[in-house]
């Protein structure tokens, strides 16, 4: 932490002009943020399957990182824009310097994979084979389960001069199918790997019935897979009759997947919307991935047809897709896995009482996964069944399947209340799954509305309106993360529960502007974006600033997902120059320079990486000792201070606000066990402990504390 007296410095140093030496490149600066995930992958202190399971995030991040970021960059570079990024990168400087770094991340990747949880995984038993390892007898096996399952799903497309090159869809595996035709020689075809069966298919066993296989349904220590486009080439004689299958070369596109929404012009967003995504599979082709036994002419052939230029051709050492591994975290090993822990309530809620009582005489912080979410579906489904609730408002980012929360806001409709809903259906990725909730909610009669135009809702904000013998109270529910019970037990997030009367005037003012037609630019108490949040984190900042150069006792500590705003960075680089010690916990992209001399000595940046997603976002100021904290959805980013309706919320109870920085923010400062430190070139360190002592790990922490009582 950097919590010290800070520099003796007294005297007030200009800032220097913005320049390309002041930042961090953003997009080398998220690949650094998915090296971290990767060496989670190493790192033995964590079970082996939950090590698998970094891999395919490290994997299915990377494949977000080109269908986002790399897509924007090339659309930058074919609309031949002069705009350089704040770290002075032209958009083909930044192609290339990111080429370099993923083809890094790739080596490490294959070397994870290969030497390190492959034979792990055999020596527990988990043996992924390749299919010539199968015996004669297995083969046979998978032979008749590829005839009997596999055969009639499959769709060969020839590519010759009566036979266009067929449409690759999004991120699928396919092989490239090389055959001796005895007519015209050598010709080429595509056969898509069907989505419909697993990536793995089970290696059959001795003693097993055919259904046994088929269907998954043996468990034990000993396990054997093969690859399903392994089991496809293997047996592509049976598509290819009278021709001679000289080679078959597993390959794999990706896709430009940023939904472009012209809003104004939308007549209905939602149809709009679900038309982007069908969309998304035909987006320009951003990367291809092959791997190492495809002949160069067939590469070319592939890049060819597919527009995609050579520096975004992967040659990959290992399957392709291996975001897929996450189907290994379905076998009942539970001695590979994380030891699961009781999510606990807070004592004064453990009650069949009603809710509303407790929340009139305090406000309550939720700290999840380590403080269970039951707290928060049982406050929407009693405020559904409650006689004495008027009104439901809701906003909705991420919801998942079988959401608890929807089913209490349906049940809330047919009690006859008042719903309304906020569903942000351009929530990335979540779009179709947003879409069948909004349509299940109007068809229930809630009022659903998608947000104000051009902006996308990102905060979490419920409000309960109570009719009481004291008048109309005000309930309000907010949160750093979604209303999804799935991800609250994987992501680090914060709920708040309280009946501020001015916080529900700013609930209900925030509605309003959502689903009405107001122009409300102040609240009582909430930070809202896009109206004043960065100018008014930007004033605490440089209230700090004045009170240390006064006082010497300013100190500033923010934990959030990413630092990128220019304004934000040079009012903390500030600070820092007139000595105030700042701490800064971002788990993702940070385009601040900590530790330059002169400039940023006093700043120190962290990011922590482990067995939950680090997700809250926390803003503290010491202001003389009468602390500020606030919490919420938002990060220091263009996008979330200029593009989004965001909420930052103030803990104002001083036993909760000491709950929050003491055991909370200050807990992961110290983590020792997971954490690393940004250096002022870019490069992160991992945090070791001081000789003779154990790493500190601050997320178990969290779990051994609560277990303790």
């Not at 008048?471 to 529910?477: A, E, F, S």
Request: proline residues 6%; negative net charge; hydrophobic residues 40%.
């Amino acid at each position: 932490m950097s919590n010290g007296p800070g520099t003796s410095d007294t005297a007030q140093r200009r800032l220097p002009p913005d320049g390309p030496d002041l930042y961090l490149n953003r997009e080398l600066s998220w690949l650094q943020f998915n090296a971290r995930v990767l060496e989670e992958a190493f790192d033995r202190r964590h079970p082996l399957l939950e090590r698998v399971k970094f891999l395919a995030i490290f994997d299915n991040n990377l494949d977000e990182f080109f269908m986002i970021r790399v897509s924007g960059l090339r659309k930058q570079l074919g609309a031949d824009r002069s705009e350089v990024s704040p770290d002075g990168l032209t958009p083909a400087e930044q192609l290339g310097a990111v080429r370099r770094e993923v083809v890094e991340l790739i080596d490490r990747r294959n070397a994870c994979w290969n030497l390190d949880l492959l034979p792990g995984l055999a020596e527990e038993g988990i043996h992924i084979r390749d299919y010539g390892q199968l015996n004669d007898k297995q083969q046979k096996r998978l032979r008749k389960y590829f005839k009997k399952e596999i055969y009639s799903t499959l769709t060969p497309l020839a590519i010759d001069p009566s036979h266009p090159f067929p449409h690759i869809s999004n991120l699928s595996v396919n092989l490239a199918v090389v055959v001796q035709d005895p007519e015209y020689g050598e010709r080429m075809a595509r056969l898509k790997v069907p989505a419909t069966f697993p990536r793995l298919i089970r290696v059959p066993r001795k003693g097993s019935t055919e259904e046994e296989e088929v269907l998954g349904l043996l468990d034990g220590d000993e396990q054997e897979f093969v690859w399903q486009e392994q089991v496809l080439a293997a047996n592509l004689d049976r598509l290819f009759p009278g021709h001679e299958v000289t080679g078959a070369y597993p390959f794999r596109v990706t896709r430009d997947a940023d939904l472009e929404i012209q809003e104004d012009e939308a007549a209905d967003l939602l149809e709009t919307i679900e038309e982007s995504i069908e969309m998304r599979q035909f987006g320009s082709g951003i990367r291809l991935e092959v791997d190492t036994t495809i002949p160069d002419r067939v590469r070319e052939t592939l890049a060819r047809n597919l527009g995609i230029p050579s520096y975004l051709c992967y040659t990959i050492d290992t399957p392709l897709g291996l975001c897929e591994l996450t189907e290994l975290m379905k076998l009942d090993r539970p001695n590979l896995k994380d030891q699961p822990f009781p999510a606990l309530l807070p004592p004064d809620l453990v009650t069949e009482e009603s809710l509303f009582p407790l929340i009139r005489q305090k406000d309550y912080l939720l700290y999840h996964p380590y403080d269970s979410f039951t707290p928060v579906v049982d406050f929407i489904r009693e405020a559904a069944r409650d006689p004495a609730v008027l009104a439901i408002k809701q906003t909705l980012y991420r919801l998942g399947a079988n959401s608890p929360v929807v089913d209490a806001l349906l049940e809330a409709r047919r009690q006859d209340k008042q719903v309304a809903v906020l569903v942000e259906l351009k929530a990335r990725f979540d779009e179709e799954s947003n879409i069948a909730w909004a349509r299940a909610l109007e068809q229930a009669g809630v009022h659903v509305v998608y947000g104000l135009l051009g902006l996308k809702t990102h905060c979490k904000v419920t409000l309960v309106v109570r009719r009481e013998p004291a008048g109309i109270i005000r309930y309000v529910h907010m949160s750093t993360g979604n209303y999804n019970a799935i991800t609250a037990r994987q992501y680090s997030d914060i709920g708040f529960l309280t009946c501020d009367p001015e916080i529900g005037v700013d609930a209900t003012t925030l509605f309003n502007a959502l689903t009405g037609y107001s122009k409300q630019e102040e609240y009582n108490k909430l930070l809202v974006a896009p109206q004043a949040m960065r100018e008014e984190i930007i004033r605490r900042i440089e209230r700090e600033t004045e009170r240390h150069r006064h006082h010497r006792d300013g100190y500033i500590a923010f934990k959030m997902n990413a630092l990128v705003d220019k304004a934000c960075i040079r009012a903390l680089y500030s600070a820092s120059q007139s000595g105030v010690p700042i701490d800064l916990q971002i788990r993702g992209v940070c385009c601040l320079r900590p530790g330059v001399p002169g400039l940023s000595e006093t700043i120190a940046v962290t990011s922590l990486v482990g067995r939950f997603l680090e997700h809250p976002r926390i803003f503290y100021f010491r202001n003389g000792g009468d602390e500020e904290v606030f919490i919420g959805s938002a990060d220091l980013m263009p996008r979330n201070l200029d593009r989004r309706i965001e909420v930052l919320f103030p803990i104002e109870d001083p036993e909760l606000r000491r709950t929050l920085v003491d055991d909370i923010l200050k807990v992961h400062l110290r983590d020792s066990a997971n954490a690393h430190r940004l250096g002022p070139d870019g490069s992160y360190d991992r945090i070791k402990p001081p000789p003779g002592e154990q790493p500190f790990d601050s997320q178990q922490w969290m779990i051994d504390t609560r277990l303790q009582g």
